[in-house]
């Protein structure tokens, strides 16, 4: 008995090891979303010299990786990858597979299915792991995001050394249908437990369309120069998230003039606004409150005299709409866990459906 046993071990050892004969490939070979253009280092979501005239904390953010995503074909039982990372960090209220993870996607019946994520290892720049084994040989689409508060520098997937791996011919998400979003740590992804749990990532998935994450963390003040930015993407739709972090006079000597260029400028795309996120220590904390409340009312009444004046395809999300009242939706109080991104990304998909005019 003792015998088989070990026979079965030892075969079963072998299979795995089989398994395990890798080759890679570079990521830039396959399929890439997420991005509103080509830039020069392959994994930041702003080309450097688009951001020159930004704030500096906008030029640096706009390197991370937050959105990006790789799409693929594979018949292979294994899937692994080999990432650099451009710092090695710790986020308080994030994980570090969110910050400086990989989250891997399969395309299962129509719909993207969670497989597994890529664990970074703490203080290491170099990355390399297994994130899959022992699966089928049927050949599937992969999805696999980037992560969310750090720079890639080189990616490349592994895949058994006998396997096909290549970019698929038909991509389950419509890179002609673009939505950018513009806003603060919220849409970069903070405190997501994964990249995919990100509400951008969150709204590609439901929508099968590209979503261009323009989330930047402790900014998004509605700078004209962002606005120069934006009305270069050609979108089907803004949605403009990016109260949080401008004071409630900001909001209301910036948020006319901000959306009215996205209107001159591209006249027949809709913009969405979103209201900011209700601070939850803003219940007891009343400076907090009190500042939270100024914030959405400033946005609002920038709303209302955007439609008095007769601007069309200006749409409005109030924080009531997606906060829910069981008080349980962020990390920190403000941050989003994955409860509170699955409730903004639901509501803005409502808004997006109408928006859009999809069933």
Known sequence: MSYLLGLCLFLHSQLVNAQDSLKYIDAKTLVTIGKAKVTKQWSQRIDSNETVTMPKVVQGLAKNSAGIAIIFETNSPVIAAKWTLAEDKYIANMTPIAHSGLDLYCLKDGKWQFVSPGRPEKGALDQSQIIIRRMDTTMKQFLLYLPLYNSVTNLSIGVNIKSVIKAPQKVAVDKAKRIVIYGSSIVQGAS?????????????????????????????????????????IAADCYVLDCIPNQTPKQVSERALPFIKYLRDKRPNTPIILVETVIREHGYFDQQVGSNVRKQNENINKAYLQLLKENYKQIYYIPAMAFMGNDHEGTADGTHLTDLGFSRIAEAVFKELQKVLGRK
């Open 192 to 232: 997501a437990s994964r990249p995919g749990m990100a509400y951008p990532a969150m709204l590609q998935r439901k929508l099968g369309m590209d979503i261009i994450n323009l989330g930047f963390s402790g900014n998004a003040k509605m700078e004209m120069e962002v606005a120069k930015y934006l009305v270069s």
